[in-house]
C-alpha cells in the first residue's frame, strides 16, 4: 500500500515538474516575460533575477518597484513588437487589466516583448 502511494506521488511530482518546463518564464528561450506598466500603460523598469550565461536567456524571478506586474509575451523570430505610442499604451493598459496581454492583440499583431538580451 505504501509503496503504491509513493509510486504515485513520485509520478505526480514527475509529470508537474515536467508541465512547469515547457513553456513560459522556465523555457529557454522565454515564450513569456514580466513587464512593468504605470497608470496610463507606460512601460516601466523591471528587475529580473537571470542566470550568469550568456547563452541561458531564462529570468527566474522579475519583480516591479513601482506600477503593475503583467505578463507578456516574448516575441517569435522574425516578430516586432508594436510600437510604443499614445494609442498603444492606451490599448495595453485595457488589455493589462486582468494581469496578462498574453493572447492580446494591437492593430492585428500580439502585443509582445522584444527577447531580452544578455
Keep these: 500500500m505504501i509503496r ?12 508537474s515538474g515536467l ?3 515547457q513553456g513560459g518564464m522556465s523555457a529557454n528561450p522565454p515564450t ?12 516601466l523598469p523591471v528587475v529580473c533575477k ?17 506600477g503593475m506586474r503583467v ?5 517569435a ?7 510604443e505610442n499614445l494609442a498603444f499604451e492606451k490599448a495595453r493598459k485595457l488589455a493589462a487589466r486582468d494581469g496578462s496581454i498574453i493572447g492580446d492583440l ?6 509582445c516583448v522584444e527577447p531580452r538580451k544578455p
Design 77 to 83: 523570430p522574425g516578430q516586432k513588437a508594436p510600437t
Design 106 to 111: 494591437y492593430q492585428g499583431q500580439p502585443m
Design 32 to 43: 513569456e516575460t514580466t513587464l512593468c506598466l504605470d497608470v496610463g500603460g507606460q512601460s
Design 50 to 66: 537571470v542566470p550568469g550565461s550568456r547563452l541561458d536567456k531564462r529570468e527566474d524571478i522579475c519583480i516591479c518597484r513601482q
Design 4 to 15: 503504491t502511494f509513493l509510486f504515485a506521488a513520485a509520478a505526480l511530482a514527475a509529470s
Design 19 to 21: 508541465a512547469l518546463a
Design 71 to 75: 505578463d507578456a509575451p516574448v516575441c
